[in-house]
């Protein structure tokens, strides 16, 4: 059987688990697709841009089982299904790690069809996995970063600087170690984009 490199993850499992070889050369979306919102002036050609959001993130990971004959692309079609529906038929929500950024997870889910082409002489079944981020940003495996600081007088400001292009959410924990009482603290959250 051929050695099957390791090329992403679905909720841990990986894609040489299920049999499945990612085929050479083939490319993810570097961004999702926008959906614009424009207005047309009546005399005036073209269209005014109004507003854009990102849309959903699409993944079609092309490739194919390597089975040792011909009747194991069946269970293999069967694992794979395993993990992407569950129980009721209803798409499962997974996490997609891509071998080359381990450190980064998309949330997706099974979207559209599979059409599997076998090829029985060489016992390999040929189709892509279609996955749709529906939430198009890429999160970070490890995503709790804690920060201490002790602060024993009153007046004292704490800047936190994240390195991301993206702001997110934060998760601010507020412990009192002391005796007294703390009164008046004020918590600022201010996202600075750059132009």
Not at 41 to 53: Q, Y
Not at 68 to 92: H, Q, T, W
Not at 145 to 152: C, D, H, S, Y
């Amino acid at each position: 059987m051929d050695i099957i490199p390791t090329k992403f993850t679905l909720n841990g499992v990986t894609n040489d688990a299920l049999n499945f070889y990612v085929l050479d050369g083939w490319s993810r979306p570097m961004s999702p697709a926008t959906e614009d919102r424009t207005a047309k002036v009546l005399g005036r050609a073209g269209n005014i841009w109004i507003d854009s959001n990102l849309s959903a993130r699409s993944f079609s990971i092309p490739g194919y089982f390597i089975t040792e004959s011909p009747g194991d692309i069946d269970g293999c079609a069967r694992n794979l299904a395993a993990l992407l529906v569950d129980v009721r038929g209803r798409p499962k929500t997974l996490k997609l790690i891509f071998a080359d950024e381990p450190a980064l997870y998309y949330t997706v889910r099974y979207n559209a069809e599979i059409g599997l082409d076998r090829y029985n002489d060489q016992m390999r079944g040929t189709f892509a996995i279609p996955l749709i981020a529906d939430d198009p940003y890429a999160y970070a495996v490890d995503e709790t970063v804690t920060t201490e600081a002790g602060i024993t007088a009153s007046g004292h400001t704490w800047q936190i600087d994240s390195p991301t292009k993206i702001s997110t959410p934060a998760k601010i924990c507020i412990t009192n170690d002391g005796a007294s009482a703390v009164e008046g603290i004020k918590i600022t959250l201010e996202y600075v984009e750059d132009v």
